[in-house]
């Protein structure tokens, strides 16, 4: 349901599972989900926009989580041939900096 804005179905990336997990993050934190209501792809893709706009402020849930989304989400800001092109380790990077940030908190 919660796909990278540029996902293509025929080309799967980790990308999109990436922009996936963060979407369903905000739907924990607000402990409400988007909602699966929508009339059109176009109506889910805007109600997403809204929440990842909102998740990146601290007027939302505090400063920590809008550090975490911030780190997520500012990682997907590059252009997909940008995203295809990072290696396996980069992923992992990103991976370990993210789970480092969550666990800072503990």
């Known amino acids: ?3 990278h804005p540029e996902h293509q179905p025929d080309k799967p990336a980790w990308f999109d599972d990436v922009w996936s997990m963060l979407m369903v993050l905000t739907e924990i934190a607000e402990w409400q989900p988007l909602g699966n209501m929508f009339r059109d792809k176009v109506e889910m893709r ?3 926009m809204k929440r990842k706009k909102l998740v990146v402020t601290q007027d939302w ?3 920590f989580t809008a550090q975490v989304f911030q780190y997520g ?3 997907l800001e590059k252009d997909r041939q940008t995203l295809e092109k990072y290696s396996h380790w980069k992923v992992k990077d990103f991976y370990d900096g ?3 940030l969550l666990s800072s908190k503990i």
């Open 73 to 75: 989400f500012g990682f």
């Open 98 to 100: 993210f789970c480092e």
């Open 61 to 63: 849930k505090g400063a």
């Open 1 to 3: 349901m919660h796909q």
């Open 46 to 48: 805007s109600s997403q």
